[in-house]
């Protein structure tokens, strides 16, 4: 009789896990082939800082991308590079598919203790955008924005946005072209 308990209690142990495989046979064709680009070969892109100052003295930023089991999403983290050899952790991200919302989610964490959460949408084959809203550690709350463009097999642009709160207009902050890393 305890074995009988033992393999029921296993079973609806184990039960939930055994449903929740990953399955990409239900992600949009767009958001499949977007993490297989951006993981692809290594996964590591690299961006000249054509911005170097005393404030901002990384010479490149770097981002590293890896997919997540059944290609499903993907992690990733944002990082500058020192002209000395050296980097700093900028943000980790977390991307992808809400099935129960039917889109692309982005979360990102870092600087010190702020996090963002926003969605991806998809525009043609080479334009998506990502809303994101923005948690600080002193409690102030921003909403910001990134327009994707992929350009060739090896290459995107990232245009980073500030949205206004009053009039919702995407105010230009500033753009990085990566390139892919082999």
């Not at 404030?55 to 002209?83: E, I, V």
Request: aromatic content about 14%; cysteine-free; charged content about 15%.
């Amino acid at each position: 009789m305890r074995l009988i308990i033992a393999l029921v209690l296993v079973y609806f142990a184990t039960a939930p896990i055994a449903g929740a495989q990953s399955d990409s046979s239900s992600l949009p064709a767009w958001y499949q082939a977007h993490i297989g680009f951006m993981t692809r070969d290594s996964g590591a892109w690299i961006a000249e800082n054509h911005d170097v100052s005393d404030q901002n003295p990384y010479t490149h930023f770097g981002l590293q991308w890896t997919a997540m089991p059944g290609n499903t999403g993907m992690t990733g983290r944002l990082y500058g590079l020192r002209a000395d050899g050296s980097t700093e952790e900028f943000w980790q991200f977390r991307e992808f598919w809400h099935a129960g919302d039917n889109q692309a989610r982005v979360m990102q964490w870092g600087l010190g203790g702020a996090f963002g959460d926003g969605v991806m949408t998809r525009y043609g084959d080479d334009f998506a955008t990502i809303r994101q809203t923005f948690s600080w550690p002193n409690g102030v709350r921003t909403e910001g924005g990134h327009i994707i463009r992929t350009g060739a097999d090896n290459t995107y642009t990232a245009e980073q946005y500030r949205i206004n709160p009053d009039t919702g207009q995407w105010e230009f902050q500033h753009a990085l072209t990566f390139s892919r890393q082999e």
